[in-house]
């Protein structure tokens, strides 16, 4: 039964080693512009030093930051459901009101504004 596994790990490797080289292949007669870079939207050929919107910066890092926070949330209510304690209903006030905490302040900094006065 191991040989049988073995050959099959084998074959099914070198299989996709041949995939992989057959279809990587790049053809040099391709246009030069293909091959450069593409990153955020910004035209590759352009002046490298174009403004770019640091309040749309802090608002993906604060997205970044609370959509972690809220995907932590899972982990915490499904470990409440099978082990209802005290100690994991505090836990998940503590994290609730930290996580609420620093949502109110950010409003109250003006970083969930996308449109500001200044």
Do not use: N, Q
Request: glycine share 6%; proline share 3%; hydrophobic share 60%.
């Amino acid at each position: 039964m191991f040989a049988l596994l073995f050959l099959f790990t084998m074959v099914l490797g070198l299989a996709l080693l041949l995939v992989f080289y057959f279809t990587s292949y790049v053809k040099s007669s391709e246009a030069e512009e293909k091959m450069t870079p593409f990153e955020c939207g910004f035209e590759p050929l352009t002046e490298m030093r174009a403004p770019f919107s640091t309040r749309f910066f802090i608002l993906v890092v604060l997205f970044l930051i609370f959509d972690v926070e809220v995907a932590l949330l899972f982990p915490i209510l499904s470990m409440a459901s099978s082990s209802g304690t005290v100690a994991v209903a505090w836990g998940l006030l503590v994290f609730l009101l930290i996580l609420l905490f620093g949502l109110f302040h950010e409003w109250s900094e003006g970083a969930l504004d996308w449109v500001s006065s200044f």
